[in-house]
């Protein structure tokens, strides 16, 4: 059964354009260092899930377009290199701390969904993404949230 989800990335760090000029617009999810991100990365994300891509830290904050999981989590490579920000000194390659999945360009918004209007439209507003202290880069939604986003997006 497919799952969906929201994954967060500052433009400046990798932006929807990175992933359309990505080999195959295809990129690993990289760079988690959150436990409960993790897990869903590690145990939850499935081959086929969907994802919405958000640019976060940016101006606009929106939704751009639709991804899919195309390999299930394995472990970040990123972890266990000292020259990557995302090194982790206590990473052992034999029992590896974070994970990451594949994830592939589905297709790109005819205009991004933007945070402001996710915060007003009522059919999303128990959404995780506009709950206080919600700052999780991987999140679930529910096939409702997932599908009024792109109906936003899509019209």
């Not at 991100?37 to 899930?49: I, S």
């Not at 394995?74 to 000194?89: A, G, K, S, V």
Request: hydrophobic residues 35%.
């Amino acid at each position: 059964m497919t799952k969906f989800w929201l994954v967060k990335s500052e433009p400046d760090v990798f932006s929807w354009n990175d992933l359309k000029k990505s080999k195959n617009q295809t990129t690993f999810w990289d760079g988690v260092r959150n436990y409960q991100a993790r897990n869903f990365l590690r145990d939850e994300m499935k081959l086929g899930d969907l994802v919405l891509f958000y640019h976060s830290n940016s101006d606009p904050l929106a939704v751009m377009g639709v991804c899919e999981v195309v390999k299930e989590g394995y472990p970040d490579h990123t972890q266990f290199d000292p020259e990557n920000i995302h090194y982790d000194e206590k990473a052992n390659p034999q029992n590896p701390t974070w994970f990451m999945v594949d994830l592939k360009l589905k297709f790109e918004f005819k205009k991004p969904v933007t945070l402001e209007q996710i915060k007003t439209n009522t059919k999303l507003k128990e959404m995780k993404l506009v709950q206080k202290g919600n700052r999780l880069s991987v999140m679930p939604l529910t096939k409702a949230e997932f599908d009024e986003i792109v109906k936003m997006g899509t019209e």
